[in-house]
């Protein structure tokens, strides 16, 4: 039954055009598009789906063209693809995220789909460490994530005080207090509530791969021994959300980091912070 399903969705499915050998994905490959319809109500509208792809265009578009390139952000409500891309064409002038409403359906909420918006954005302007086996540079999936939450977020969502606002009510402890602790003013640990808030809603949808519940409080995970450029566990992107929501040294746009030592002056260091930076589930530093 699930090899008729797999080729019935191959057939009626062509029009995804999803470059999957050209770039990089949000989540490993899964088949939970099979639990996918477009009945029901979600936390996200076919409204709000655009809505949402337009917000990171009007910011980004300007910003890769600096870098020599065309964003195109595209997205197919229609599609059950539980996925996002990110792909750049063969002379590498053309940046293509790839939206899909199969994965905007399982996010449980709109904040969320941003996220991802901006994890894919981020592969090509997140920096250092970048992916060994690309054909063309793209930052590896851990500093995608963390800068989706320490820069694109942020930058999105900045002058968004009333909507910043509202993630205060009911925000948990934990989260709450490691932003009351980093950020001063009423309107940064606002917004460092939404941004944290919105990677949860990715890491539970992430932890449905594998049975994982990622918890807010959670034992440390060990230490990679070399940096990993694959999809962490959930909670090990859980943490990394919640440490860019901690980080205050954005990425200077008009630059892209190509090695540590650039990376290092827009990231989060344990030796100079408390909280924000990135965790060793997935980086292992050299500096």
């Given at each position: 039954?699930?090899?008729?399903?797999?080729?019935?969705?191959?057939?009626?499915?062509?029009?995804?055009?999803?470059?999957?050998?050209?770039?990089?994905?949000?989540?490993?490959?899964?088949?939970?598009?099979?639990?996918?319809?477009?009945?029901?109500?979600?936390?996200?509208?076919?409204?709000?789906?655009?809505?949402?792809?337009?917000?990171?265009?009007?910011?980004?578009?300007?910003?890769?063209?600096?870098?020599?390139?065309?964003?195109?952000?595209?997205?197919?409500?229609q599609s059950p693809t539980v996925n996002a891309y990110f792909?750049?064409?063969?002379?590498?002038?053309?940046?293509?995220?790839?939206?899909?409403?199969?994965?905007?359906?399982?996010?449980?909420?709109?904040?969320?789909?941003?996220?991802?918006?901006?994890?894919?954005?981020?592969?090509?302007?997140?920096?250092?460490?970048?992916?060994?086996?690309?054909?063309?540079?793209?930052?590896?999936?851990?500093?995608?994530?963390?800068?989706?939450?320490?820069?694109?977020?942020?930058?999105?969502?900045?002058?968004?005080?009333?909507?910043?606002?509202?993630?205060?009510?009911?925000?948990?402890?934990?989260?709450?207090?490691?932003?009351?602790?980093?950020?001063?003013?009423?309107?940064?640990?606002?917004?460092?509530?939404?941004?944290?808030?919105?990677?949860?809603?990715?890491?539970?949808?992430?932890?449905?791969?594998?049975?994982?519940?990622?918890?807010?409080?959670?034992?440390?995970?060990?230490?990679?021994?070399?940096?990993?450029?694959?999809?962490?566990?959930?909670?090990?992107?859980?943490n990394t959300y919640l440490a860019g929501a901690l980080c205050?040294?954005?990425?200077?746009?008009?630059?892209?980091?190509?090695?540590?030592?650039?990376?290092?002056?827009?990231?989060?260091?344990?030796?100079?912070?408390?909280?924000?930076?990135?965790?060793?589930?997935?980086?292992?530093?050299?500096?």
């Amino acid at each position: 039954m699930k090899a008729l399903l797999v080729l019935l969705f191959a057939a009626g499915c062509s029009f995804c055009n999803i470059d999957h050998d050209a770039g990089s994905a949000f989540m490993p490959e899964n088949d939970l598009w099979m639990e996918d319809t477009l009945e029901g109500e979600y936390d996200i509208t076919p409204q709000d789906f655009e809505e949402r792809m337009d917000e990171a265009r009007k910011i980004y578009e300007a910003v890769v063209k600096k870098h020599g390139g065309e964003l195109k952000i595209v997205g197919n409500w229609q599609s059950p693809t539980v996925n996002a891309y990110f792909s750049r064409s063969g002379d590498g002038k053309v940046w293509k995220v790839q939206m899909f409403g199969g994965l905007a359906r399982r996010i449980s909420s709109a904040d969320g789909f941003s996220g991802v918006v901006c994890h894919e954005v981020m592969h090509g302007l997140g920096g250092w460490p970048h992916y060994s086996r690309q054909a063309f540079q793209a930052s590896v999936e851990g500093q995608s994530d963390y800068a989706a939450t320490s820069s694109c977020l942020r930058k999105l969502w900045q002058d968004q005080k009333e909507q910043n606002a509202e993630a205060a009510k009911g925000m948990p402890k934990f989260p709450k207090d490691r932003c009351d602790a980093v950020w001063k003013s009423k309107e940064d640990k606002h917004l460092c509530y939404r941004i944290a808030l919105a990677g949860k809603s990715l890491a539970d949808l992430l932890g449905e791969l594998n049975g994982q519940k990622p918890a807010w409080e959670s034992p440390q995970l060990p230490p990679v021994r070399v940096t990993e450029e694959g999809h962490p566990g959930a909670q090990c992107r859980l943490n990394t959300y919640l440490a860019g929501a901690l980080c205050g040294n954005n990425l200077v746009l008009d630059k892209i980091p190509q090695n540590e030592q650039e990376s290092a002056v827009v990231s989060c260091l344990r030796s100079r912070q408390e909280f924000g930076a990135r965790p060793e589930c997935w980086f292992k530093a050299k500096i």
